[in-house]
């Protein structure tokens, strides 16, 4: 978002949605006596409502990106002489996952070290981010972007879930150091 002297501050809002996915983006600034448009610069990629005259909803329609194109403008004094603000906020629309598998169906990793497992997600351009959970976390454990780390000589599971529901399970083999 760029901002100017005059009235506009963004609240928080998701720069990176999904294909059917909504959400909102609000103006922290009082706009009483202004003005306020909002619009997709590709809504056949981002569909843009006017909640309010501070307030609009977005809506993932394709995979894209687009920006929202919000103009303010003072209400009040001569029209001629109210030169509008424009802000702008960036979102990426990008499709759901629907299929996730493993690079490798088993992982060997030495206690205390760490590796990153690889998975492939289709469609390739999804931005989705899936879910890890490891079966023994007394053997290894896993972080939120799929780096493992051994803690103790065994082997357990590591399961990738979707929001779909769609889980993809590797083995993993934690050997001791000396060996």
Do not use: W
């Amino acid at each position: 978002l760029q901002r100017s002297k005059k009235p506009g501050t963004k609240k928080n809002f998701q720069k990176k949605i999904f294909i059917g996915d909504s959400s909102s983006l609000t103006l922290l600034d009082d706009l009483d006596g202004y003005e306020t448009t909002f619009k997709s610069s590709n809504p056949s990629i981002l569909k843009v409502t006017k909640v309010s005259e501070n307030t609009c909803d977005y809506y993932g329609m394709a995979a894209g990106t687009a920006t929202i194109q919000i103009r303010i403008r003072s209400t009040s004094g001569l029209f001629f002489m109210n030169r509008p603000t424009t802000l702008k906020a960036k979102v990426s629309v990008s499709p759901h996952a629907v299929s996730i598998k493993f690079k490798h169906s088993k992982y060997k990793i030495t206690k205390s070290k760490t590796r990153k497992v690889r998975i492939t997600l289709r469609p390739s351009i999804t931005k989705e981010k899936p879910v890890y959970t490891i079966l023994n976390t007394r053997i290894a454990t896993i972080n939120k972007k799929g780096v493992l780390r051994g803690k103790r000589p065994g082997t357990t599971y590591v399961t990738a879930t979707l929001a779909n529901g769609v889980r993809a399970k590797c083995k993993i083999v934690v050997k001791s150091a000396d060996k």
